[in-house]
């Protein structure tokens, strides 16, 4: 799988040394991608791609503080690679791997935790959240999560992170593990900064929530277009609305505030909804079809993709083979200042 100098489906092995400033960024594979992950993130991983050395992870070793059964874990990477991939990300003009196949992040990890306080993991909001979702399952990966995720970051000595707002308390995390261990074994990571899109927190189509899988409220953006009709139309607007003839109140409805990212005439669409002159199914309806004809050729490409998995597992292995020299390069630095060579 690994290889320290063959080139990787013809692209060189990226260098120790960025020649380009570096953006990572991490997603569950957590099956299919709703319109939060691509408004929230994705959009901005391809956008990066063409100003930075970009570098994209399947993050299955976090995805098993969750998920524990091999077959769904396999199928789900495979999905949210071919999921990326028809999103637009081109494996020639990016690095996409999976998590587990560059196994010094969990090695990195180890490292991290020891200038890590459990104070700090304690208090992560994310890890309260998950001990009231999984409270039969309370791993010690839960709690060690946002380390693992540092050591994704800066393996690669990445210094931007494309992600939605939900990360936020994440990446500070990462910045003050970066912070601890540059103080106490001297200039080593650059602090990584957050990057959000214009639609870091995209709510779900109960319009109070985060849109999320877990919770329940998506659209499955690949999905068909039926699915699609009925997650757009089982959306919660104006809630004030009550009559056909109420003004509607765009600032407020998420359906209007979707619109803005599919089509220019959004500002006319609102003059709709604040005299009237359209009701909240019209604009479902309308937002329901611009999603599925924005996202039709991606949904053609997805199938390809999964119909050739052999060509999706070469794109993750050579993106895992290219990424070998910074790994070990940087491991061999941090083992090299923490005494352990
Ligand atoms: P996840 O599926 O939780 O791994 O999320 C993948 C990426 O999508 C992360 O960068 C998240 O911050 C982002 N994301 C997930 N849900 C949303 C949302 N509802 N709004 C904006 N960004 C999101
Ligand atoms: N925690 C992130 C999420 O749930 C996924 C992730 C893992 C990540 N490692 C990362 C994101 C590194 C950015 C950088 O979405």
Not at 70 to 99: H, I, N
Not at 216 to 231: A, H, S
Not at 284 to 294: D, G, M, P, S, T
């Amino acid at each position: 799988m690994t290889s320290d100098v063959a080139p990787a489906n013809g692209r060189a092995p990226l260098a120790a040394n960025p020649s380009r400033p570096r953006t990572f960024s991490g997603i569950q594979p957590s099956g299919v991608v709703h319109l939060g992950n691509d408004l929230g993130a994705i959009r901005n991983y391809v956008a990066l791609a063409d100003q930075y050395e970009a570098i994209y992870c399947i993050v299955d070793y976090h995805a098993l503080t969750s998920t524990h059964d091999a077959d769904a874990l396999r199928q789900q990477t495979r999905e949210m690679a071919a999921s990326l991939l028809a999103l637009g990300l081109d494996p020639d003009r990016c690095t996409l791997f999976v998590q587990s196949h560059r196994p010094e992040h969990a090695e990195l990890m180890w490292l991290l935790c020891t200038v890590t306080p459990v104070s700090w993991l304690e208090r992560t909001p994310t890890y309260k959240e998950k001990v009231q979702q999984q409270p039969d399952d309370v791993n010690h990966g839960l709690l060690t999560y946002p380390v693992l995720q540092a050591a994704d970051i800066v393996i690669y000595k990445a210094s931007m992170v494309p992600v939605g707002r939900d990360q936020a308390a994440h990446l500070e995390l990462s910045r003050e593990i970066v912070r601890a261990f540059n103080r106490r074994y001297g200039e080593t990571f650059p602090e990584p900064k957050a990057v959000y899109t214009e639609a870091p927190v995209v709510l779900g189509t109960d319009g109070v929530r985060k849109m999320s899988k877990s919770v329940g409220n998506t659209i499955d953006i690949l999905g068909e277009p039926d699915l699609v009709r009925k997650q757009v139309m089982s959306m919660v607007t104006d809630t004030q609305r009550i009559k056909r003839t109420d003004p509607g109140r765009p600032e407020i409805c998420n359906v209007c505030q979707l619109q803005r990212f599919f089509g220019d005439d959004y500002e006319d669409l609102w003059e709709g909804e604040r005299t009237a002159r359209t009701g909240c199914v019209d604009m479902k309806k309308v937002l329901a079809e611009r999603i599925i004809r924005h996202y039709a050729p991606a949904r053609e490409r997805y199938a390809e993709l999964m119909a050739h998995p052999t060509e999706i597992e070469g794109i993750l292995e050579a993106g895992a083979d290219r990424l070998a020299p910074v790994a070990t390069a940087t491991m061999a630095e941090v083992k090299e200042k923490m005494g352990l060579r």
